[in-house]
């Protein structure tokens, strides 16, 4: 009867050792799909950081260059004002001796 009951105790052994095995492998399965779902979110988490950074940079850099476009527009603007004043300084006294000579040479 002993080798009875010790072939049951070892028949005892061998099934829990394997129900041990079998809840040590759920757990590591269970561990690693939360590693796994854990590193998914923190990677959607940095992508959604890094954008919303991309996102504020183009947005500084966009106001930045809308700035720089404008004082330049701005300055050629100026410059170009400048040109035709000195042009038109030159020119008109020209033009008001042509209209004198015209009118006294028309009239007479």
Same mark, same amino acid.
């Given at each position: 009867?002993?080798?009875?009951?010790?072939?049951?105790?070892?028949?005892?052994? #061998?099934?829990?050792?394997?129900?041990?095995?079998?809840?040590?492998?759920?757990?590591?399965? !269970?561990? #690693?799909?939360?590693?796994?779902?854990?590193?998914?979110?923190?990677?959607?988490?940095?992508?959604?950081?890094?954008?919303?950074?991309?996102?504020?940079?183009?947005?500084?850099?966009?106001?930045?260059?809308?700035?720089? !476009? !404008?004082? %330049?527009?701005?300055?050629?603007?100026?410059? %170009?004002?400048?040109?035709?004043?000195?042009?038109?300084?030159?020119?008109?006294?020209?033009?008001?001796?042509? #209209?004198?000579?015209?009118?006294?040479?028309?009239?007479?």
């Amino acid at each position: 009867m002993d080798s009875l009951r010790g072939q049951g105790g070892i028949q005892m052994l #061998l099934n829990a050792e394997q129900e041990a095995g079998r809840i040590v492998s759920a757990a590591r399965t !269970a561990k #690693l799909a939360r590693m796994k779902q854990a590193k998914d979110e923190a990677e959607k988490e940095m992508e959604e950081y890094r954008s919303r950074l991309e996102e504020e940079y183009q947005t500084q850099i966009s106001g930045t260059e809308q700035e720089a !476009a !404008a004082k %330049r527009l701005e300055e050629e603007t100026d410059g %170009r004002i400048q040109n035709l004043k000195e042009s038109s300084s030159k020119v008109s006294k020209e033009i008001v001796k042509m #209209l004198i000579k015209y009118v006294t040479t028309t009239g007479a």
